[in-house]
Nanobody
Framework: VQLQASGGGLVQAGDSLRLSCATSRVSTRRTISNNGLGWFRQAPGQEREFVAATDWRGVSTNYADSVKGRFTISRDNAKNTVYLQMNSLKAEDTAVYYC?????????????????WGQGTQVTVSS
């Protein structure tokens, strides 16, 4: 399974951005529609950290405390795409954002629970 993230950019504090991540099949038998999907981010000099995740149905979601109430994750299995709506952005949200496909059906926050990774998209928030 391949994941392609897009939608990053340079915005001011308080602005909004919507990230998208398109997933593609590896083979005719393998899709990611039965797996959880998540977003992680990594700022310069820091470890990759969990941001948000959704289960395979898009019903159960999970958020890092730092983004609760500001970010919303959603998925459209018909389009094989997961989204991250980011509102009220802060300078500390600046990072490369990665989408990831989970080994499981649920909305895990554990980095080791993910086996498929996209290439990342840069989000820069100026204060």
């Amino acid at each position: 399974v391949q994941l392609q993230a897009s939608g990053g950019g340079l915005v001011q504090a308080g602005d909004s951005l919507r990230l998208s991540c398109a997933t593609s099949r590896v083979s005719t038998r393998r899709t990611i529609s039965n797996n959880g999907l998540g977003w992680f981010r990594q700022a310069p000099g820091q470890e990759r950290e969990f941001v948000a995740a959704t289960d395979w149905r898009g019903v159960s979601t999970n958020y890092a405390d730092s983004v609760k109430g500001r970010f919303t994750i959603s998925r459209d299995n018909a389009k094989n795409t997961v989204y991250l709506q980011m509102n009220s952005l802060k300078a500390e949200d600046t990072a490369v954002y990665y989408c990831a496909g989970s080994r499981y059906a649920g909305s895990t926050s554990a980095l080791e629970g993910y086996q498929y990774w996209g290439q990342g998209t840069q989000v820069t928030v100026s204060s």
